[in-house]
């Protein structure tokens, strides 16, 4: 069956930068369609730091209150090697109302701003692939099809995707906001720059007893980086990079094993593993964000390391600043225009976060080791922009 359907702007992809997205414009007065290819929200909660600047924005959707009851706020980042602490970077010099970050799971994240699109009868077509897509001086023309789970065999059974019905959309503007396989960017031939390999990492999210602090540990050694960060009262989460020959074993000794290995420690206590994963992370953006009427944003354009869900952040801020873009543009404006000068300062804003731009402010009298791992730094600062700048130049070493 096809269907045929008009809309202002198709967004593709449902998590939080393409909710984001069409939270604004909705609110704006537009009309969105949101598909995903996925089956439904996210169950497992892989990035859970908001920026201060992610504050603000959900701030001004009139979401923030009740997310801050329930999230644990972070108040510093502590840098160390398996000895001794190097550095304290210290959020509260952050200007703006909100000079902390907040750990909140991305599944309350999603839950929040698809409430406010029900809300506003914007329903969430999930199970949908788009297949092609025709960016045109006046609009854009996608097909998306339904895909289908359906049982197969007998002997060994099991599930199969296979395409189902089919909708042509018709609209003025595309936002692919669909991760880090973008299906918008492939079929807008937008190749990536490679900065730096992918590595795996090992995600372990647990539940303890001991007194969860207000602070992101960050320990650099031998071994690679791994990561301490909150998640609630009573559950944290560790995030191992591992070299190229090292295994994770999926379990709560696995968990262990890699502290033990790491010189460590076993502080927080384990009390019991909620679940544990592996994804490789990259360092890459894409070479163009944006085209005539189809824009990117979030891990559809660019990827960096997991420590401080930078990715995640910096496509909630782009999701907005399109969204007031797009607004600008309904009154009078011109697409094309308005398209390369987002595309040439968010490419500016990755080339200068990946080059460590921010470390050109400092005086050069901190710590020799903290200057040797800026970069890893840089990387687990739950900042970016004139923040990350007024951290960085505020941090403190510890000699």
Same mark, same amino acid.
Request: hydrophobic share 45%.
């Given at each position: =069956?096809?269907?045929?359907?008009?809309?202002d702007?198709?967004i *593709?992809g449902?998590?939080?930068?393409?909710?984001?997205?069409? +939270?604004?414009?909705?609110?704006?007065g537009f009309?969105?369609?949101v598909?995903?290819?996925?089956?439904?929200?996210?169950?497992? @909660?892989?990035?859970?730091?908001?920026h201060?600047?992610?504050l603000?924005?959900?701030?001004?959707?009139?979401?923030l209150?009740p997310l801050l009851?329930?999230?644990?706020?972070?108040?510093?980042v502590?840098?160390?090697?398996?000895?001794?602490v190097?550095?304290v970077?210290?959020?509260?010099?952050v200007?703006?109302?909100?000079?902390?970050?907040?750990?909140?799971p991305?599944?309350?994240?999603?839950?929040?701003?698809s409430?406010?699109?029900?809300q506003?009868h914007?329903?969430?077509?999930?199970n949908?692939?788009?297949i092609?897509?025709?960016?045109?001086p006046?609009?854009?023309?996608?097909?998306v099809?339904? =895909?289908q789970?359906?049982?197969?065999g007998?002997?060994?059974?099991? =599930?199969?995707?296979?395409?189902?019905?089919?909708d042509?959309?018709?609209a003025?503007? *595309?936002?692919g906001?669909?991760?880090?396989n @973008?299906?918008?960017?492939r079929?807008?031939?937008?190749?990536?720059?490679n900065?730096?390999?992918?590595?795996?990492h090992?995600?372990y999210?647990?539940?303890?007893? !001991?007194?969860?602090?207000?602070?992101?540990?960050m320990?650099?050694?031998? @071994?690679?980086?791994? @990561?301490?960060?909150?998640?609630?009262?009573?559950?944290?989460?560790?995030?191992?990079?591992?070299?190229e020959?090292?295994?994770?074993?999926?379990?709560?000794?696995?968990?262990r094993?890699?502290?033990?290995s790491?010189?460590?420690?076993?502080?927080?206590?384990i009390?019991?593993?909620?679940?544990?994963?592996?994804m490789?992370?990259?360092?890459?953006f894409a070479?163009?964000?944006a085209r005539?009427? *189809?824009?990117?944003?979030?891990?559809?354009?660019?990827q960096?390391?997991p420590f401080?869900a930078q990715?995640m952040?910096?496509?909630?801020a782009?999701?907005?600043?399109?969204?007031s873009?797009?607004?600008?543009?309904?009154?009078?404006? !011109?697409?094309?225009g308005?398209?390369?000068?987002y595309?040439a300062?968010?490419?500016?804003?990755?080339?200068?976060?990946?080059? !460590?731009?921010?470390?050109?402010?400092?005086?050069?009298?901190?710590?020799?080791w *903290?200057r040797?791992?800026?970069?890893t730094?840089?990387?687990?600062?739950p900042v970016s922009?004139?923040?990350?700048e007024?951290?960085?130049?505020?941090? =403190?070493?510890? +000699?």
């Open positions: =069956m096809k269907t045929n359907h008009k809309t702007v198709l *593709v449902a998590g939080p930068t393409g909710l984001t997205a069409a +939270v604004c414009l909705s609110m704006a009309r969105v369609r598909v995903d290819r996925g089956p439904g929200p996210v169950q497992e @909660s892989y990035a859970t730091i908001l201060p600047a992610t603000e924005i959900l701030g001004r959707l009139g979401l209150e009851a329930e999230g644990h706020r972070i108040n510093r502590v840098v160390r090697d398996a000895l001794r190097h550095a970077a210290d959020l509260s010099v200007d703006g109302p909100y000079p902390f970050a907040l750990s909140l991305q599944d309350r994240l999603e839950q929040a701003l409430t406010v699109l029900r506003m914007v329903p969430i077509h999930w949908r692939d788009l092609e897509l025709h960016a045109e006046g609009g854009v023309k996608a097909t099809v339904e =895909m789970e359906i049982a197969q007998y002997a060994v059974s099991g =599930m199969r995707r296979v395409a189902g019905s089919e042509h959309v018709e003025s503007y *595309v936002i906001a669909d991760g880090i @973008s299906t918008v960017r079929l807008m031939g937008f190749a990536v720059e900065r730096r390999g992918g590595h795996t090992a995600l999210e647990f539940e303890t007893r !001991d007194p969860i602090l207000d602070e992101i540990l320990i650099v050694g031998e @071994s690679g980086r791994s @990561s301490l960060i909150p998640v609630g009262t009573k559950r944290a989460r560790w995030t191992f990079e591992l070299a020959d090292e295994a994770a074993e999926p379990t709560a000794e696995g968990l094993g890699m502290l033990t790491r010189g460590i420690g076993l502080w927080p206590q009390e019991k593993l909620h679940w544990t994963d592996q490789v992370f990259g360092e890459w070479t163009e964000f005539g009427r *189809v824009w990117l944003c979030g891990d559809a354009a660019h960096v390391g401080a990715s952040n910096a496509g909630i782009e999701a907005a600043h399109v969204a873009l797009l607004a600008e543009l309904a009154a009078d404006g !011109d697409p094309g308005a398209a390369r000068a595309d300062d968010r490419r500016a804003h990755w080339r200068g976060f990946l080059a !460590d731009a921010a470390w050109g402010l400092v005086p050069g009298a901190e710590e020799p *903290v040797a791992h800026r970069h730094i840089t990387g687990c600062l922009g004139r923040s990350l007024m951290v960085v130049q505020g941090m =403190m070493a510890v +000699v």
